[in-house]
Structures are given as C-alpha cells and as structure tokens.
C-alpha cells in the first residue's frame, strides 16, 4: 500500500510542538484551520514588532489597558476589520465582538465570524480569542 503524502497550509495557531512529523512546530492539515490561524497571527501581532512589515498586525494589547467603553471597542473592530482585510484577503468578516465573561471580568474574548470561499461555496466559521 502506497503512503499517501500529507498537505501543509501554514503554522498552526496556537503555536504547539507536539506533532510526529519533524516539525519544529505544528502545521495545518486543512484549510479551514490555515484560516482561523492566518486571522489570529494577524490579530494577535502587535505593529511594527515585524521587520520588513512594520504595518503587520493590530494595536489590540494597546487597548487592552485603555478605558472599556463603546468607543475603543469600536477602533478595535475597525483596525481589526482592516488589518484582517489587508493581510488576509481572502476572509469577509462578518461580525466582530468584544465579550467579559462575568464570572472573569478581566478578561476580554475577542468574538469573530468570517466567510471565506471553499471552491464553489462559501463557508461561514466563528472563531473566538481569549485575551
């Protein structure tokens, strides 16, 4: 029986090293991960902390200490919207939302859904990211 190679699309977010394959760390198997990890590298980036691509990435941390009110959390939406729009062209987000679990009022999830086109269909995924 003929060994079938494995297909690789991208680092795995996030960031583990317990794969058997050789990897310094562990890959995606499937599109659908690639994705949501492209979209958490993008966000979880701060700017300017990557040589060459100084606008790589979001302010996020910055407002992370700023004052929780309708305001900041909108900039954050929108230089969200826009970075992942700029770095990952091939996502429509469609909804984007900053959520404190009351049993953990400091912490912050950030709340994603995005569209992106598998062939011929287009497929909604959420992802969520724990700040």
Do not use: C
Not at 85 to 91: G, L
Not at 104 to 128: C, D, R, S, W
């Amino acid at each position: 029986m003929a060994e079938q190679n494995k297909q690789y699309y991208g680092i795995k977010f996030p960031f583990t090293a317990n794969n058997l394959d050789g990897f310094f760390v562990d890959l995606n198997t499937d599109m659908d991960n690639k994705i949501a990890s492209e979209i958490a590298h993008v966000i979880l980036t701060p700017k300017r902390s990557r040589i060459r691509k100084p606008d790589f990435g979001t302010n996020l941390i910055k407002y992370l200490f700023e004052n929780n009110d309708d305001i900041s959390w909108d900039t954050v939406e929108e230089e969200v919207r826009t970075s992942v729009k700029r770095y990952v062209p091939n996502v429509e987000i469609e909804e984007v939302s900053i959520l404190t679990p009351p049993e953990e009022p400091h912490v912050f999830i950030l709340n994603m859904t995005f569209a992106f086109h598998k062939g011929k269909t287009t497929e909604y995924k959420q992802l969520a990211i724990k700040l």
